[in-house]
């Protein structure tokens, strides 16, 4: 169980722009384990999808640098050939995307796209046979009357029946990770709740390694073991669940769990939010890049800290920060409860 | 969200009642001939005190959005009546809207598409004023300018173009535009859907200041129903066209009357992990 | 999908009288378009009973919603008759359609093939030598006009170097290669801005299609680069094409042909049409018009079924579940 299955190790992506080169994804590194849900979180420019995007090859373009490794059981993947990288996509790791309304051809059945995905993979599977396998992933994934649907165009399926239908292309050639690239934000809650839990219960019984993509922490909490909070293209903080949501590290991680709304509690004065907003990527402040927003940045915040397990508790809880364990003991209570405190 | 939360004895700002909004499905060989309607709205009564936010929830296709506009005499209503300020605006035509139109705004979803990408800053926010006339040439740049400010930008982006700005401040530059007439009533339509987790808060916090400074009254729409208990005095829940729950907030988030209400504050995910496992050993229902 | 094309149909008939109206008050407003005296010819110029008694004859000193209902009538009986030559025009136009078709069928084939076949290379090879090469062709090709690039193609390689007859139609019927033979040069004239255009709209659609969030879906499935190109990126980009190929087709049959029938002398509707413009010879020029309409908005009516057929999306046919 402990032996990693996928193993990302100083993973970093420069891309050329017009605007100058840009560092998306700066020294990542994690370890899935069989059957682990692992969270990335972050917002936009946490360079989070395309830290999922580059394991599967997916960035690769000649404006694009690559640097470290990704191995699959061993496998090396960064490094791998094209004609190499495409058996894996699909039949060992598959991919879903954020929004299935422009993630299928809308041209084409929807079946008919599946189908694809499985022969693309097992050459000796006939159409027949395939499209059998077709309608029973689909009715694995929950969609009634998977005969019917299966001849359906995108545009005909609801929300919640396209992202499910999407989860099935992805799974129908038993893959063993599963990358979720904010899978649930562009559909309403109650929908989002289904596909959560589709996804909890795929992870269940196929033991189906996830990593999980998403700014939401409320889905994180339903749903990961280990989670990796990213920002500017960094990790600033990586534990277990528990870990991250009742004892975190880093004022940016105080920050988004201050900003949540709670509607077990009651509401506050004023919501708490973090001032200024994500910096560009084109123009990165030097030493810790959470520093200009940051309440409690002193002098040695300059210096970029390395990701270190600085508590002394548990060894796979790391963060980029330079405060004391107790110093952010004291600093993340705000008013009853976990936050980044307003500027002083 | 203001200090003091407006009586219910007070004459209401909005008063909408019986409120329909149908669109004809068209179908035939040589005359369109009416087969069927879709009911957008279909009989929505809803009253809004002044200085109050009146909170708008519902999933996407209740009609929410079809709601804001038909209110606004965006689209023209099927039937019922509209009542702004005590004076019925229903079925109004163009001309005689345009000298109430300062006094309701909106805010929309989407700071990328709201803003037109080839006019400055400084243009957008000071459209308002122009097509109104109440405002021209150096006078009407100051309004701009003074509204940028108030709204956490710098005067100087004035003469800078939409797509130098993030997500954030581009919903910054719509609620200034918003502001610029001066209005009386603001409805968001989703406002802070499209913004990054980190900046939501900012823009919910500007828009209470503005609130007090302004005495503006709300109508908030959202799908987050979270952030809807934040910022509203009141909520209306909103299915299929109808509303079928309206309350005080903290009331209807706690003890929720109509099932439907209840389906969607149990889909509501909580970033608590404890909780949220407690939550599912207890087994309640989603599906 | 039957109610829709019925609706077309319709319009279509609604169309063609529009067309037919308009055409026939043009011819009766122009000026020295008087029929009577291109009738009487030479002798109508010194003779005022002559043009009295065609007038008479003709039916040219009726109303002219008569003249109108009379020349409808003649048209649907088959027995339209040109003010020139005194010849049956159904039958002139009849004889002239072999070359046409001819001519446009076998240039529809060459400018999509060569367009679709340089619009994906370009597209595949975007920003690298090939692209721009191709590019460049697209919009020399664009750019010329037809009657000039004819003269052009006469003169080096019929004139100067006799490798192609210089004009003429043969019939298929009577010797298929000397018909091709006779048709390369006007195919290829039609063909050429064709392909250039067509072949920047496929170049421009890949691209846009390449972006794409399913093109991603389509990567991380493990499908081949090729496949990839060609079952989405292709297939999407194609649609466009066939409606576009479908208006163009309509066009040329009705008379975008012209100046190259002309030019090559094939005898063809279209030459029919410059000829009978040329004498202003009104029966022939509202024949050839309702001939030129009813392709045109055929074309049309298909290109629009056709499109509701590629693409789902725009299926008319209730709405989404």
Request: glycine share 8%; charged share 25%; with cysteine.
């Amino acid at each position: 169980m402990n032996e990693a299955l996928l193993a990302v190790r100083g993973l970093r992506v420069d891309f050329v722009t017009e605007g100058g080169p840009l560092r998306a994804v700066d020294g990542v590194s994690f370890d899935l384990s069989p059957g682990e849900v692992l969270a990335i979180v972050g917002e936009s420019g946490s360079g989070k999808s395309v830290t999922a995007q580059t394991i599967l090859g997916l960035t690769r373009s000649p404006n694009a640098r690559i640097e470290g490794t990704a191995s699959l059981r061993g496998e090396e993947l960064l490094a791998a050939s094209e004609a190499e990288l495409r058996k894996v996509r699909g039949d060992r790791i598959a991919m879903v995307f954020q929004d299935p309304l422009t993630s299928l051809n809308p041209v084409r059945r929807v079946g008919d796209q599946i189908v694809e995905a499985i022969r693309a993979h097992r050459e000796r599977i006939g159409r027949r046979e395939a499209r059998r396998l077709t309608v029973e992933m689909l009715d694995s994934v929950g969609i009634p009357q998977p005969e019917r649907r299966v001849d359906d165009y995108p545009h005909e399926l609801s929300g919640g029946m396209r992202q499910r239908a999407m989860i099935a292309m992805a799974l129908a050639l038993d893959p063993e990770v599963l990358i979720a690239d904010e899978p649930t934000t562009a559909l309403d809650v109650t929908i989002q709740a289904q596909i959560l839990d589709l996804l909890r219960r795929l992870n269940r019984e196929r033991d189906l390694a996830t990593v999980l993509i998403s700014h939401d922490l409320g889905v994180v909490a339903e749903i990961a073991d280990r989670v990796l909070v990213m920002y500017a293209g960094r990790v600033v903080e990586e534990g277990a669940l528990d870990e991250i949501f009742y004892d975190p590290q880093h004022p940016y991680t105080w920050g988004l769990l201050g900003s949540l709304t709670r509607l077990d509690r009651d509401r506050p004065e004023r919501l708490p939010q973090i001032r200024g907003a994500p910096p560009s990527l084109l123009d990165l402040p030097a030493g810790c890049t959470f520093r200009p927003r940051c309440p409690h940045a002193f002098g040695r915040c300059t210096e970029l800290p390395d990701l270190e397990a600085r508590g002394g508790e548990a060894a796979g809880h790391r963060d980029r920060c330079w405060l004391t364990p107790g110093e952010k003991r004291e600093r993340r209570a705000v008013g009853g409860r976990i936050g980044l405190e307003e500027a002083r | 969200m203001s200090a003091e939360r407006p009586s219910a004895h007070d004459e209401p700002l909005l008063q909408v009642s019986g409120l329909v909004k149908h669109f004809a499905v068209k179908r035939g060989l040589l005359i369109d001939r009416e087969v069927d309607r879709v009911r957008a709205v279909d009989g929505v009564d809803l009253r809004v005190a002044p200085g109050e936010t009146l909170g708008l929830v519902g999933e996407s296709g209740c009609g929410k959005s079809t709601l804001c506009r038909t209110v606004l005499q965006l689209l023209r209503p099927t039937a019922g009546s509209v009542r702004f300020e005590g004076r019925e605006i229903a079925g109004l035509s163009r001309r005689e809207m345009r000298p109430l139109r300062p006094q309701m705004q909106m805010i929309f979803q989407d700071p990328y598409a709201s803003l037109n990408p080839r006019k400055r800053v400084g243009q957008i926010v000071g459209d308002p004023l122009r097509i109104q006339r109440s405002a021209s040439g150096a006078e009407l740049r100051r309004r701009a300018r003074e509204l940028l400010e108030r709204v956490g930008l710098s005067s100087a982006d004035v003469d800078r173009f939409p797509h130098e700005f993030s997500g954030g401040q581009r919903q910054r530059i719509g609620i200034a535009r918003a502001l610029a007439p001066q209005p009386r009533l603001i409805v968001a339509d989703e406002p802070v859907s499209a913004l990054d987790v980190s900046i939501r808060a900012q823009i919910v916090n500007l828009l209470d200041d503005l609130q007090e400074e302004f005495g503006l009254t709300y109508v908030f729409v959202a799908h987050d129903i979270g952030i809807v208990r934040h910022v509203a005095d009141r909520i209306a829940v909103m299915h299929e066209g109808r509303i079928v729950e309206e309350g005080p907030a903290d009331r209807v988030c706690e003890r929720p009357s109509h099932p439907y209400t209840r389906s969607l504050l149990a889909a509501v995910p909580i970033p608590d992990p404890r909780e949220s496992r407690a939550r599912r050993r207890t087994g309640d229902v989603r599906s | 999908m039957a109610r829709f094309a019925a609706r077309r149909l319709l319009g279509m008939l609604l169309v063609l009288f529009a067309v037919t109206v308009i055409v026939f008050l043009i011819f009766n407003v122009i000026p020295s378009s008087d029929p009577a005296a291109r009738i009487a010819g030479q002798r109508g110029a010194t003779d005022p009973q002559l043009i009295a008694n065609i007038n008479r004859e003709w039916g040219f000193d009726e109303s002219l919603p008569v003249q109108y209902g009379r020349m409808m009538m003649k048209v649907f009986g088959g027995d339209l008759i040109s003010y020139t030559t005194r010849q049956g025009v159904d039958e002139q136009i009849w004889e002239g359609v072999p070359a046409t078709f001819s001519l446009c069928i076998g240039a529809a084939v060459i400018w999509l093939s060569l367009g679709v076949l340089f619009g994906y290379l370009s597209a595949v090879r975007a920003g690298g030598l090939t692209d721009r090469a191709l590019t460049i062709l697209a919009l020399v090709g664009i750019s010329m006009p037809v009657f000039w690039l004819a003269a052009i193609f006469l003169y080096y390689l019929t004139f100067k170097v006799e490798l192609f007859p210089s004009g003429g139609y043969v019939p298929l019927t009577q010797n298929p290669l000397d018909w091709a033979y006779h048709l390369v040069l006007p195919w290829l004239t039609l063909a050429v801005i064709f392909v250039g255009f067509y072949s920047r709209v496929l170049r421009s659609n890949m691209l846009d299609a390449m972006n794409e969030d399913y093109v991603r879906t389509a990567r991380a499935k493990g499908l081949s680069d090729r496949q990839v190109r060609t079952r989405h990126v292709l297939r999407n980009s194609l649609i466009p094409i066939v409606t576009l190929f479908g208006l163009d087709f309509g066009v040329a049959i009705g008379g975008g042909a012209i100046l190259t029938e002309s030019i090559f002398n094939l005898q063809g509707v279209g030459q029919y049409a410059a000829e009978a413009i040329a004498n202003l010879d009104l029966p022939p020029i509202m024949a050839v018009t309702m001939f030129a309409a009813f392709f045109i908005v055929l074309f049309n009516a298909l290109v629009d079924i056709a499109y509701a057929w590629l693409d789902p999306r725009i299926r008319l046919e209730g709405p989404a579940r």
